[in-house]
């Protein structure tokens, strides 16, 4: 891909590629069109003119309670989570260096799943202790993968199959807890497992917009390093990359991103493979 740099004062450059920069730009332009029309959609329908206004501060009563109580945190947490979990899925194929290493293929997804059902069905928790559980069973599952497949180092096959096998343990673990539950709390659970932005308001944006806002230009940050790390652990160290510190980071970043989406939206983690 051809890059340009961009010179600054003080001897600072930037390097960056015009076609990437204008995709990007152009996606960004778009996401937010699509936003502003699904904001005016629904039982009360507002046009876009309208909406605009309403985020202005120049809607009625009825306008700024349809947008900012029930349209705009659902649309900006399915923003947020849409990114969280396109990020994550880039850096895990891009660390186990195979297009499988998606979070839902190697067992993060379900790791989080299980840690929100253990709260569901045995604890009968609420919404926000069952999102925790989501954040604690992906953080954990993540670590154990990561100690399961270290073997002087993580290499991308390793991961993967590692990966898989948990996965498959983690899919039964769901089931046996769905099949002991009641009928309120295995309700509860399937529901949850569908995924959903249902009900979505401010208490879920602001946590996953924190994590975001941290994670994101870390991950960012090691974007050079990550494209290193494609070539292999071997020409990385050669390129001066620590690689293996590299790897943690980017790995607890992309754990961290996925745990937290799953905890806002359910368990659509198959969106970080299509992204």
């Not at 004062?9 to 502003?36: D, K």
């Not at 900006?76 to 660390?95: H, K, N, P, Y």
């Not at 994670?215 to 990385?236: F, T």
Request: aromatic residues 6%; proline residues 3%; positive net charge.
């Amino acid at each position: 891909m051809t890059t340009k740099t961009l010179r600054t004062g003080g001897g600072v450059s930037v390097r960056y590629a015009p076609r990437a920069a204008l995709c990007g730009a152009g996606l960004i332009l778009l996401t937010l069109g699509l936003g502003v029309v699904l904001v005016g959609t629904g039982d009360f329908p507002m046009t876009p003119g309208e909406v605009l206004d309403t985020l202005l501060g120049r809607g009625t009563v009825i306008q700024e309670f349809a947008v900012m109580e029930l349209r705009l945190p659902r649309v900006l947490v399915a923003i947020l989570v849409g990114a969280a979990l396109a990020l994550g899925g880039a850096v895990f194929q891009s660390v186990s260096r195979n297009p499988l290493g998606s979070p839902d293929v190697i067992g993060f997804g379900q790791g989080a799943t299980v840690g929100a059902l253990v709260v569901i069905v045995l604890f009968q928790g609420s919404a926000v202790t069952t999102a925790l559980g989501a954040v604690v069973g992906g953080v954990v599952t993540g670590a154990a993968i990561y100690l399961l497949a270290w073997k002087r180092g993580v290499h991308g096959y390793r991961l993967v199959l590692v990966g898989i096998g948990a996965a498959a343990m983690l899919t039964s673990v769901i089931h046996y807890l769905i099949t002991k539950a009641d009928l309120v709390d295995a309700t509860r659970a399937t529901v949850w497992m569908t995924g959903s932005l249902e009900g979505r308001d401010w208490t879920q944006f602001w946590p996953l917009l924190a994590v975001c806002c941290v994670l994101v230009p870390l991950i960012l940050g090691h974007g050079r390093a990550l494209r290193m790390l494609e070539m292999g652990d071997d020409a990385a160290y050669a390129l001066g990359v620590k690689v293996e510190r590299t790897r943690i980071v980017l790995m607890a970043s992309a754990v961290l991103l996925v745990a937290v989406a799953t905890s806002a939206a359910g368990p659509i983690v198959f969106v970080s493979l299509s992204a």
